[in-house]
């Protein structure tokens, strides 16, 4: 658990990361940690789940109704989640790697990416209809 800006304490849970053995988990709770309090400052809670990509494509199946992993997916929590309960991200480890090479970075880089990429659409955001304002805050 990581304090948030309100003093309040902001829990932050990471499941599966042994998938990302190059992904340090106190120095990525803390990256996430800093992500919510500056996007949502008296959120209480986020949680990332690392799958492998038959467990996305399940996930991506069962909820979107495609046959195929995805990077990442998004289960927003409570309303308003600005100040509750984010939600959980869903990140396919094989797929970050993919991108990670294909983007030329590393692992890591692309862990944050899709944990930020995940955050926002918990908080609302929808790159599918707002004409970029995602991508720029993404960018940001």
Known sequence: ??????????E?????????PEL???AAGE?????VRELAPRATAVGVRFVDDEE???FNHR???LEKPTDVLSFPGESPPLEGYV?????????????????????????????LHGVLHC??????????????????
């Open 1 to 10: 658990m990581f304090k948030n800006v309100a003093d309040e304490q902001l």
């Open 12 to 20: 932050v849970s990471l499941q599966n990361l042994e998938r990302v």
């Open 24 to 26: 340090n988990e106190s």
């Open 31 to 35: 990256w996430l940690d800093g992500l």
């Open 56 to 58: 996305m494509t399940q």
């Open 63 to 65: 909820f979107r109704n």
């Open 87 to 115: 939600g959980d991200i869903v990140i396919s480890v094989p797929t970050a790697r993919r991108q990670a090479e294909e983007n030329g970075h590393g692992i890591e880089r692309e862990i944050h990416l899709l944990m």
């Open 123 to 140: 908080l609302g955001w929808d790159h599918e209809k707002d004409d970029g304002a995602m991508k720029r805050l993404e960018d940001r």
